[in-house]
């Protein structure tokens, strides 16, 4: 696509907003956390993938970060529950 910057294999900059590269739904303003604005779910780790993924800790959590318009899966992350989500800037703060 043209005018859009591809940040990762999911999100993308074009002209100031974050995107979704596969629809192009508005994730906000580039230089704000993209994550406000897509759809969250969170799934205990040690439910992700098996014994593997059990940390033996309760509340880590497994997030994933869903495009609004056409959930796609943009990110996932662990996290402790109730933290905030990774700071994920794309573009350098104006
Ligand atoms: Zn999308």
């Known amino acids: 696509m ?12 074009k002209e100031g907003q974050a995107v979704c590269a596969a629809c192009g ?17 969170e799934i205990p780790l040690a439910q992700a993938g098996g014994q593997a993924y ?8 497994l997030r994933h ?5 056409c959930a796609a899966l943009l990110d996932t992350e662990t996290a402790m529950a109730g933290d905030p989500a990774l700071d994920d800037i794309l573009a350098e703060r104006g």
């Open 2 to 13: 043209s005018g859009q910057d591809r940040i990762s294999a999911s999100v993308a900059v």
């Open 65 to 69: 970060f869903y495009c609004p318009g």
């Open 25 to 41: 739904h508005d994730l906000g303003p580039a230089t704000k956390p993209w994550k406000d604005h897509a759809q969250r779910r």
């Open 54 to 61: 059990d940390t033996g800790h309760e509340g880590v959590l």
